[in-house]
């Protein structure tokens, strides 16, 4: 069983940081891309930032220059490094994985169960 293990997250001051830590679990073939998706209530699940395994990586425009993802190899956990955070950014941050595992030999998409992002002073 293939699932995304996120770690990180918390509350934080505006204008500080945080890191958040994804790792996919399991007997994975293929990662296509990895990346962080949020959401607030009320309101649709929305890109922050995804890399794919031929690296190129794509930011959402309210993170652009602030936010950083981030990964070594192409099955390695992603972090994604969040600066200058603003209240604005406070929600439950998703893990997001394009994937294939070997018991099931077709790309699916897969979520985390998801950690909170609090800005807050």
């Known amino acids: 069983q293939v699932q995304l293990v996120e770690s990180g997250g918390g509350l934080v001051q505006p204008g500080g940081s945080l890191r958040l830590s994804c790792k996919a679990s399991?007997?994975?073939?293929?990662?296509?891309?990895m990346g962080w998706y949020r959401q607030t209530p009320g309101k649709e699940r929305e890109l922050v930032a995804t890399?794919?395994?031929?690296?190129?990586?794509n930011y959402g425009d309210p993170v652009k220059g602030r936010f950083t993802i981030f990964r070594d190899t192409g099955k390695a956990p992603i972090d994604l490094q969040m600066g200058n955070l603003k209240r604005e950014a406070t929600a439950v941050y998703y893990c997001?994985?394009?994937?294939?595992?070997?018991?099931?030999?077709?790309?699916?998409?897969?979520w985390g169960q998801g950690t909170q992002v609090t800005v807050s002073s």
């Open positions: 399991g007997t994975i073939y293929s990662i296509k891309t």
């Open positions: 890399i794919t395994d031929q690296n190129p990586i």
């Open positions: 997001y994985a394009f994937l294939m595992s070997t018991t099931h030999l077709d790309f699916s998409h897969l």
